[in-house]
């Protein structure tokens, strides 16, 4: 360990679409919607995180909330740097540095990524300071965060819902041999929610709600074994312009977002159909792990299991699952640096 390893510090970061975690010393210091605001008149980000979150929607025009991130890659390549930038700045133990440590990261990429795609995470990481940056795909992150030994001669299939894409992939022996990224996720299921309460109650609804609606009565089924209650949900009248409020279910919701998730069937269905024999049958045996905000759909796995005649698990803290994996990546670098992109 020479002088320098004492000077730098390891990071492990999951850049969502929707949000953001960041890892340091085996403990998660953020989590944070990856969400920027940013002044139109002098160009300066105001906020980030769950600050520019809350402004969401609310703004007036000389403000402008972004999401730097757009199906899980860079789209706005100045404000996600600022935002990464922002979010290692206000970690707890690298506040009280005199000066920015040398950072050793590990980040996590959608696997459907392209090599542009890639080298955009990767300036952007040196950019804040990363000496030693690594990339990771994510389902394996995710793999390895559900508690999964990868390494095995075994194959495990994992499906992860994020914000902008859906990554589906079966993983032997530290690689990956079959993968589908789809670009129907969290935010897809939202805007279903937005086009259906639009036309079916004529009541014009934010991002913000519908992602409320999602989550609080959002299922991908119509028929649960413990239903939620009906929720009451207010917006603007297309017809008359007042503010109203309807009341839905559950049932309207998994209405709503039929069609897109039986897009992601059907794209596990096709990476199912794609597996080699053998490991097709340990796949029979171990069956299909969910990470993800959006395994968190109530029903989904039922329907999932439905679907393939497998077994479906929803990885337990789905949301962090990426992170965790990322995180122990970051750990055992020597064990898994075959599966890390440098």
């Keep these: 360990m020479g002088f320098f390893d004492f000077l730098t510090e390891e990071i492990a970061i999951d850049l969502g679409t929707a949000n953001t975690l960041i890892i340091h010393m085996d403990k998660v210091v953020v989590d944070s919607p990856s969400i920027v605001a940013r002044d139109r008149i002098s160009g300066k980000i105001i906020a980030v995180g769950k600050e520019a979150n809350m402004m969401q929607g609310k703004t007036h ?10 199906d899980g890659v860079i789209a706005d390549f100045d404000a996600s740097e600022k935002m990464i930038n922002m979010f290692i700045k206000n970690i707890p133990a690298l506040k009280k540095k005199w000066f920015p440590p040398a950072l050793r990261m590990v980040i996590c990429i959608p696997s459907g990524i392209t090599e542009v795609e890639m080298r955009a995470v990767k300036e952007s990481s040196e950019r804040v300071n990363g000496k030693e940056v690594y990339l990771i795909h994510e389902p394996m992150a995710a793999a390895i965060g559900i508690g999964l030994d990868i390494m095995q001669p075994k194959g495990n299939m994992i499906v992860d819902i994020g914000g902008g894409t859906t990554e589906i992939a079966v993983i032997a022996l530290g690689g990956i041999v079959c993968d589908k990224s789809v670009k129907i996720a969290g935010d897809v299921f939202t805007n279903d929610i937005i086009y259906y309460m639009r036309t079916q109650h004529n009541l014009y609804v934010g991002e913000a709600t519908a992602e409320n609606i999602k989550i609080e009565i959002g299922s991908a089924t119509e028929d649960l074994q413990t239903p939620p209650d009906e929720k009451s949900v207010q917006g603007r009248d297309l017809l008359t312009g007042k503010p109203k409020q309807v009341q839905i279910s559950y049932r309207e919701i998994a209405k ?80 898994y640096k075959s599966i890390l992109i440098k």
Excluded at 61 to 70: A, F, G, M
Excluded at 263 to 292: F, H, K, W
């Design 256 to 335: 709503a977002l039929d069609k897109s998730i039986l897009r992601v069937e059907d794209a596990v269905m096709e990476t199912l159909s794609q597996t080699p024999p053998e490991l097709a049958a340990d796949i029979y045996n171990t069956g299909i792990y969910l990470a993800g905000g959006g395994s968190m759909l109530r029903g989904l796995d039922r329907r999932l299991s439905q679907k393939t005649d497998l077994p479906v698990y929803i990885a337990e803290g789905p949301l962090r699952a990426v992170v965790r994996g990322t995180g122990i990546a970051l750990k055992n670098l020597e064990r």
């Design 61 to 70: 025009e000389n403000i402008k909330t972004i999401r730097p991130l757009k």
